[in-house]
């Protein structure tokens, strides 16, 4: 039976409910849209409304019309349903319905977030995301089931997920590659080049490595940590005279990281986001050293996730259209249809939008991430001003707080909290997005996703912008089984630091720091292992997950790894273990280094 017939089916069940498009879908802000679906009485009125982005409010856009014959159905108890089929055509709907037009000039392109209600008498009617879908058609018995077994939302969500107002990104031009061998694994084949979006304005650089042969191969899209200002971030690399790879002086080795997944038997793409570079020096003749700077300015969780998703979609759904290695000798990846992305601090911001954005993922990983941008500003507000962050005079203390929540760009926009600017951080913020219901689909609830957090939040060193309760707010959002591993004697904490009153709401201009504490309970495991003990850490045990399901329970997917003494940038070697068990139990191929332990080169 065809998907359509069976979503009318449940429908029955749901009694009257939206059926296309399905929710939590892509679609193209420059194209109308059009809602249909069914209702029990074709002498209702069904309002159809939407979420204005610029004020919040909830804007009527019309009434939907009845079309077409009315489909009847008798269940076995002998009750007999008639549902009327309606359509209502936005149209191609204004850019404020997509996104923020008004507020802070880099929220209007931004990844669109279209939502739309349909409604009668005040309820709204049911929706299905593409999971809720599929369950539908694989239940064989729709008919008596609570709506709780197929919709999973009441609302139309839609994504543009190439920036308001702009196409498809453009395809991938091989820069500058070649191929690289190492003793008892098979060659890769790599290049730095380049893609464009936004219509063509900005040309965004990457690194994408792939084994010469065989496959099909899974993919793994890393999004690195850092903002190319300094903070490690940029895509670097440095090739030796046998061509394989070293590590660049006190910079992540992203080269190294490529081809260490790539010889596993992975392809690996990451991008230079908008505003930083690619960076290769080189000692092989093969591989000229050379700089590759992305056209844009640094946005932080913005557009460098159009970037990104442009990058997913290339390697995902075009791989046979990109070359790797040197001119006249390049070959194509060749993919196996699954993804993990993986995310470290401003790259784990970037991981989470882009996955409540609809990117294709079958696995998530993240380590240090920003998921709420309001409380990342609040913390930073409410600590001393840290020798890394503190900006000089006429800078104020809020200032410093903007930077230091990432949200700030000197000179070119400022964001603070209030009943104007609060979208700045909002739309940065996957709890932002959780909140509205975009990680609570069916999609997600069997959905690998590994969340990775140390427990030593600022220091006066600086090494950590992450504080835990980032972390902890976004493990909430997706119901995670959250799990504590320190030394005998260490307690677990039992609350961490959060804001009042509703999720993205703006904020009293008096509120100097969280106003709340949230409560949280963790799983102590691995206690008498010594690797976190003390700074830096050690190579910490495997975590034995997934954990065992309860009898009768569903196998839990979402796991929220806290380690103790861990900060921003020495949690490498202690999650290693765990990430790689991660990994191979999901993918069965064993990762490459995670890109945080020192020398990925030689891992």
């Avoid at 065809?2 to 429908?11: G, H, P, S, V, W």
């Avoid at 923020?100 to 309820?123: C, K, R, Y």
């Amino acid at each position: 039976m065809r998907k359509t017939a069976f979503l009318l089916l449940a429908c029955f069940a749901l009694a009257s409910c939206v059926i296309s498009p399905l929710s939590r879908t892509p679609a193209n802000s420059t194209k109308a849209v059009t809602l249909q679906g069914y209702a029990l009485s074709n002498t209702v009125t069904i309002t159809i409304t939407g979420v204005n982005q610029n004020t919040g409010a909830i804007d009527t856009l019309g009434h939907a019309t009845f079309a077409g014959a009315p489909v009847t159905h008798t269940t076995s108890a002998g009750t007999t349903y008639t549902l009327y089929p309606w359509t209502f055509n936005a149209g191609v709907l204004a850019p404020y319905y997509w996104s923020p037009q008004s507020i802070v000039a880099d929220l209007s392109t931004a990844q669109g977030h279209l939502e739309l209600f349909a409604s009668e008498g005040g309820a709204n009617y049911s929706t299905f995301s593409p999971g809720a879908a599929n369950a539908a058609m694989a239940s064989g018995q729709p008919l008596g089931i609570a709506s709780a077994a197929y919709s999973d939302g009441n609302s139309t969500v839609l994504f543009d997920q190439n920036g308001v107002g702009f196409g498809q990104e453009g395809s991938w031009a091989n820069v500058q590659g070649m191929t690289s061998s190492q003793a008892g694994y098979p060659s890769v084949s790599w290049s730095v080049g380049s893609y464009t979006v936004e219509n063509g304005a900005k040309k965004i650089y990457g690194l994408i490595c792939a084994p010469t042969s065989g496959g099909p191969y899974p993919v793994v899209i890393y999004n690195h940590g850092g903002t190319g200002t300094g903070d490690g971030g940029n895509v670097n690399g440095n090739v030796t005279a046998s061509g394989w790879t070293s590590q660049p002086t006190n910079l992540p080795d992203s080269l190294g990281q490529c081809l260490d997944w790539a010889k596993r038997g992975w392809v690996f793409a990451t991008s230079s986001y908008r505003g930083e570079n690619v960076n290769i020096t080189s000692a092989d003749s093969a591989f000229p050293k050379g700089t590759w700077t992305s056209d844009g300015n640094v946005e932080f969780c913005m557009g460098e996730v159009t970037d990104v998703m442009a990058l997913t979609d290339l390697v995902m759904n075009h791989a046979s259209a990109i070359a790797l290695g040197a001119a006249g000798h390049t070959v194509s990846p060749n993919v196996n249809g699954k993804l993990l992305m993986v995310g470290y601090s401003h790259g784990g911001c970037i991981t989470y939008r882009a996955v409540e954005q609809g990117a294709p993922v079958t696995a998530v990983i993240n380590t240090e991430a920003f998921s709420d941008l309001r409380l990342t500003y609040l913390t930073a507000l409410a600590s001393p001003p840290l020798p890394c962050q503190q900006p000089p005079s006429p800078f104020s203390q809020q200032v410093t707080a903007e930077i230091g929540s990432g949200a700030y760009q000197p000179g070119v926009s400022t964001y603070a909290p209030d009943t104007n600017d609060v979208m700045g951080y909002n739309w940065r913020s996957a709890h932002y997005f959780a909140s509205h219901g975009d990680l609570g689909i069916e999609k997600f609830a069997s959905m690998p996703i590994l969340i990775l957090q140390g427990d030593v939040d600022l220091d006066a060193a600086c090494y950590n912008p992450v504080p835990l309760q980032q972390a902890s707010l976004i493990a909430g959002d997706i119901g995670a089984t959250n799990i504590f591993v320190g030394p005998p004697g260490v307690t677990a904490p039992t609350n961490y630091p959060c804001i009042s009153g509703p999720v993205g709401a703006p904020l009293s201009a008096s509120l100097t720091g969280p106003d709340a504490t949230c409560p949280i309970s963790y799983t102590a495991m691995d206690p008498n292992d010594a690797c976190m003990s003390t700074i830096p850490v050690g190579l910490c045990n495997a975590l034995p997950i997934p954990v065992a399901a309860a009898p009768n329970e569903p196998q839990q997917q979402h796991y929220f790894v806290v380690y103790h003494n861990m900060d921003h940038i020495d949690g490498g070697l202690a999650i290693k273990n765990t990430f790689d068990g991660f990994v191979e139990h999901n993918f069965g191929y064993h990762p490459g280094c995670d890109g945080l332990v020192p020398g990925c080169a030689s891992d």
